[in-house]
């Protein structure tokens, strides 16, 4: 199992769940637009991630390219899940009654909602 990313970990991921395979220079191009930051330090974050086997690092050419070698999906669950866990008691109600306070929804995102609970208490996945 792949480690956790921390929170600057998980802002490059983003970048390159986004837009694909990408350079250091791309990710910190991309990142530079919410938060500066140095590019040597995206360097760096990135070279661990690829030592953690969190990215895939293609050497082929003089610029690395970069590729995440997890999925969104499989991180956002496990992220997630351990929320549920840690905060909540593994109460996904607890979550969803905490989302809702934290943020408002509006009336298109919670009949959206009651349309997912309706299909996963039928077995179905959205």
Known sequence: MKPRPTDAELEILKVLW??????????????????PTQYTT?????????????L???????AHV???AVEFEKVQHEMVGSLIDRL?????????VGALNARPASKKELARMRQMLDEH??????
Do not use: N, W
């Open 121 to 126: 208490q039928k077995g179905k996945k959205s």
């Open 42 to 54: 995206t360097l760096r974050v990135m070279q661990i991630m690829a030592e953690k086997g969190l």
């Open 88 to 96: 909540f008691g593994g109460s996904a109600e607890g979550l969803l």
């Open 56 to 62: 895939l690092r293609d050497e082929t050419d003089r």
């Open 18 to 35: 986004k837009k694909g395979p990408s350079t250091v220079r791309d990710v910190h191009a991309a990142m530079q637009a919410r938060k």
């Open 66 to 68: 970069y590729t995440p």
